[in-house]
């Protein structure tokens, strides 16, 4: 019988879209870009990238100049290729991952498939599907305020959002792994966090007599000695400290028959040798 073969968890790609913005009733939106980033989903690190530019049908309906100091002119996509040509690889990098992504759900999946339809071409479709907009609203709350990228970049002091697709999936995956962190700390301390933490005066300790297990407390505190007459371990056999103690007294009986600080010191030396 053949061993069976370890089922390997489906990638993650988040992925986002720039696009022209309608300003008029009856207009539609245009991708203007599309970029991805494939991440494993045991590491959440970046296994690999894609980015492009793609050139609408209709050029007039890009700016010719963009309000953002990086953002996307029509003079940027005038050369870049149109939507049908970069389809394929788009399709190869969406399909059969799970989708991540901020807001993914109700704008860049909807668009996708439209752009997709529009080729008349089946469009690529997800094992799975992460939306930080939501599960980031439900688990981290508004604490940083909206939720919008770039409010949450902000709070986590990771620079500006530049609203280009790389940049901002790149963004995505380090508000992530910062909100994780901090949700992670509060699920491990939640006492200390909500300042309900108290230090206990005791501590159980637990050690073996006779095979069973006995439980005590012991006071945490515990206060150094007060005077210099504690013990301490010596490293000497019970034979060796009874001739030492033996000398000792034999040292004493001598020193007070010579009352020589000399003798005392030589006879002193003599027992530790």
Same mark, same amino acid.
């Given at each position: ?36 980033? !494939? ?72 668009? !996708? ?161």
């Amino acid at each position: 019988m053949e061993a069976s073969s370890p089922v390997s968890t489906p990638e993650i790609v988040f992925f986002d879209l720039e696009t022209t913005v309608p300003n008029k009733a009856g207009q539609r939106f245009w991708v203007l870009e599309f970029g991805a980033i !494939i991440v494993c989903p045991r590491k959440l690190v970046e296994l690999d990238s894609y980015s492009t530019l793609i050139r609408p049908e209709d050029l007039s309906a890009v700016a010719l100049k963009s309000g953002r100091c990086d953002g996307i002119t029509r003079e940027a996509v005038a050369n870049a290729p149109a939507f049908e040509e970069v389809a394929d690889k788009i399709f190869t990098i969406l399909n059969g991952r799970i989708w991540a992504g901020h807001n993914i759900q109700r704008f860049d999946c909807v668009r !996708i498939k439209e752009a997709f339809a529009e080729i008349g071409r089946p469009a690529p479709m997800p094992v799975g599907m992460f939306d930080s907009l939501g599960v980031l609203t439900e688990k981290f709350g508004r604490r940083a305020g909206n939720m919008k990228m770039a409010t949450l970049a902000t709070y986590f002091g990771l620079g500006q959002q530049k609203h280009r697709s790389l940049e901002d999936v790149r963004m995505n995956l380090e508000v992530l792994k910062h909100c994780a962190a901090v949700l992670f700390v509060e699920s491990s301390l939640p006492s200390v966090m909500n300042g309900k933490w108290h230090n206990p005066s005791t501590m159980v300790t637990r050690s073996r007599s006779n095979g069973k297990l006995v439980c005590r407390e012991e006071n945490c505190r515990k206060s150094p000695p007060t005077t210099l007459g504690y013990q301490r371990a010596v490293p000497y056999t019970r034979g060796r400290l009874g001739e030492m103690t033996e000398g000792v007294r034999k040292l004493l009986c001598k020193a007070q028959e010579t009352k020589s600080l000399n003798n005392i010191l030589k006879h002193s030396l003599s027992l530790f040798r």
